[in-house]
């Protein structure tokens, strides 16, 4: 049977003027109480054993207890707080030692410390509460918090460390100075809560965490929404990101699994992931993203599949020795590239479409950088669709390039290698190679250009085999300068401009057209420029108009025009 004890300052029968003397009291007997605590402000250190509850008697908030400096409420045994408010200074405001501790329906002001302290082997429950400045700390102990407010903590808002387990659910968590929830070297479950104007990331898991967040919004953030570093694990679902710098980053060996979450408007990037991040990405959407939607580097390697793109600068950037694999993306109404592999990046497409953006793919870097493109469809490009440079190297595999300027592009030292692909309705040429670049293509089909359906410039190699050039205004297929290579088994059908503009250096067998044949002449070679260096003549000190200068004559006229237009 639980003991009743009354806490009055203004006394009464059987009341206790202090709750100290009322926790004394209980102490004696050893038994489970209940202390029952009077309106008012009580300026006390609460040291509470054993099987205990406290509770105001008024409406929440009714009850303070307060002190200028050190602990106001150190619990050890089975203790819950119902209703108080408890406001501390320089220390741990409240702490577990030992067994369990409930703080229901109560605010807990931490000025300048922590607000909850669980420490290792505890067990504490954070329910219907406030907590303003301080952060509750679970260090190696079991923790629920369940429909909480944390308002601007001067630290982590909730912070899980040392082998701890935690669960948030349904809390809001505003104004954090570095993170509203970390979880580091521990698990974490993060549900249903709400994270706005955190110093830097929201959520964060370290050191090995392991961190399942779910159905969250996070807004207006400083840094990453969400960040898995060193190692870390866990998921993502159904989770909203907006206005961050990074929606979500992964980093240093963290390996994430991100499902159906939302990442708009974030300053930078959407999904961010480098040295050395994995992760699994899942029927993702990512809008307005300010740089890159979804970017890989220093490493990184990320899946991802099912992704939705729309607006913002950058689709999904591969770049510095990182590698992915995409599939069934879908990006449109970006304002620069869609698809970019760079310099020493590796990135695997599959099932991609794209609309309404400049440029569709852009692969440039040494001969590591490579991109394998299959199954894809690109639309309404202002550029191109491809456009490959540097010593990099693209496959394309059953795609297809329609309404833009140029289809596909290989130039510099690059290599495009070319299967089963299609180019529509383009007002450049379909198929371009030129520098040194090397474009390989097998059953190619270029259909309605306004210009050019082939073309090889400088001193491109090109290799075409069993392909098709239709209706291109201009030629099928245009070999100029000193490019060489051979075009076999293909057709050039249509009414309008000529079958092949031919060099003489490109190998035309079994081409089948009724369109002419016209051999290109020869550029005559540029005649290089005239410097004739004078070494003796007049120095001028300033901007000379018009002069003309004379050495080795006999004889020579000077004229000078005055402003009024005289000549002398």
Request: with cysteine; proline share 2%; net charge negative.
């Given at each position: 049977?639980?003991?009743r ?5 203004q ?51 009714s ?10 409420l150190?619990?050890?045994?089975s203790?819950r ?24 329906h109560?605010e807990i ?7 909850v ?24 102990a ?5 429909r ?9 808002a ?59 919004s ?20 159904g ?12 980093v ?9 979450c ?12 480098h ?8 029927d ?12 890989a ?30 599939s ?12 970019r ?35 894809a ?11 490959v ?12 390039a ?22 529509t309705?383009?007002s ?8 040194k ?55 050039v ?58 050495w ?10 005055s402003?009024d237009?005289?000549?002398?």
């Amino acid at each position: 049977m639980v003991a009743r004890y009354l806490v009055s300052p203004q006394g009464g029968r059987r009341a206790y003027p202090d709750i100290t003397s009322a926790l004394a009291a209980a102490a004696r007997r050893g038994r489970a109480a209940l202390i029952e605590i009077a309106p008012g402000r009580y300026e006390e250190a609460l040291t509470v054993q054993g099987e205990v509850q406290l509770a105001a008697l008024g409406d929440p908030g009714s009850v303070v207890v307060s002190r200028a400096h050190g602990a106001v409420l150190d619990a050890s045994g089975s203790v819950r707080v119902h209703g108080l408010v408890l406001v501390g200074r320089e220390a741990d405001v409240v702490g577990c030692r030992a067994g369990s501790l409930t703080v229901e329906h109560a605010e807990i002001r931490a000025h300048s410390g922590v607000g909850v302290h669980a420490r290792a082997n505890t067990s504490v429950t954070l329910r219907d509460s406030v907590i303003v400045h301080g952060r509750a700390l679970f260090s190696g102990a079991v923790g629920l918090v369940e429909r909480c407010r944390f308002v601007d903590a001067i630290d982590n808002a909730v912070a899980v460390i040392k082998g701890a387990h935690v669960s948030v659910h349904h809390s809001w968590i505003g104004g954090s100075a570095i993170h509203g929830v970390r979880v580091s070297g521990a698990r974490a479950q993060v549900t249903g809560c709400e994270l706005t104007g955190t110093g830097k990331a929201a959520v964060m898991a370290d050191a090995q965490a392991d961190l399942t967040v779910a159905g969250c919004s996070i807004t207006a953030v400083h840094a990453e929404g969400i960040a898995f570093i060193e190692q870390s694990k866990g998921s993502v679902d159904g989770t909203r990101v907006t206005d961050a710098q990074h929606g979500v980053a992964v980093v240093s060996g963290a390996d994430p699994v991100v499902r159906d979450c939302v990442f708009t408007e974030c300053r930078d990037t959407g999904i961010n992931v480098h040295a050395s991040g994995r992760g699994r990405f899942e029927d993702c959407e990512v809008r307005d993203a300010g740089n890159i939607a979804v970017f890989a580097t220093k490493g990184g390697a990320p899946e991802v599949h099912g992704c939705r793109i729309a607006r913002g600068n950058v689709g999904v950037a591969v770049t510095d020795g990182a590698r992915g694999r995409f599939s069934r993306v879908e990006i449109e109404d970006l304002t620069s590239v869609a698809l970019r592999v760079h310099d020493g990046a590796k990135g695997v497409f599959e099932h991609v479409r794209v609309e309404r953006c400049p440029s569709h793919v852009e692969a440039r870097g040494d001969g590591g950088t490579t991109a394998s493109i299959a199954d894809a469809v690109f639309r309404d490009f202002d550029m191109s669709a491809v456009e490959v440079i540097g010593q990099s190297r693209v496959t394309l595999k059953g795609v297809s390039a329609e309404r833009g300027t140029l289809g596909f592009g290989v130039g510099e030292e690059a290599q495009l290698f070319v299967y089963d692909c299609a180019v529509t309705a383009v007002s450049s040429c379909g198929a371009l190679a030129l520098g040194k670049g090397r474009l390989t293509a097998r059953n190619l089909t270029v259909t309605g250009s306004e210009a050019f359906g082939l073309c090889g410039t400088d001193s491109a190699r090109l290799d075409v085999v069993n392909s098709e050039f239709a209706d291109c205004a201009t030629a099928g297929a245009s070999f100029q300068d000193t490019c060489g290579g051979r075009m076999v088994d293909c057709s050039v059908r249509g009414t309008r401009g000529v079958a092949v503009q031919d060099n003489g250096r490109v190998d035309l067998v079994s081409l089948r057209t009724s369109l002419p044949v016209v051999k290109q002449l020869a550029k005559p070679a540029e005649r290089p420029a005239m410097i004739v260096n004078h070494y003796e003549g007049p120095v001028f000190n300033a901007e000379v108009h018009g002069a003309q200068l004379a050495w080795n004559n006999n004889s020579v006229i000077q004229e000078q025009t005055s402003e009024d237009g005289s000549s002398t």
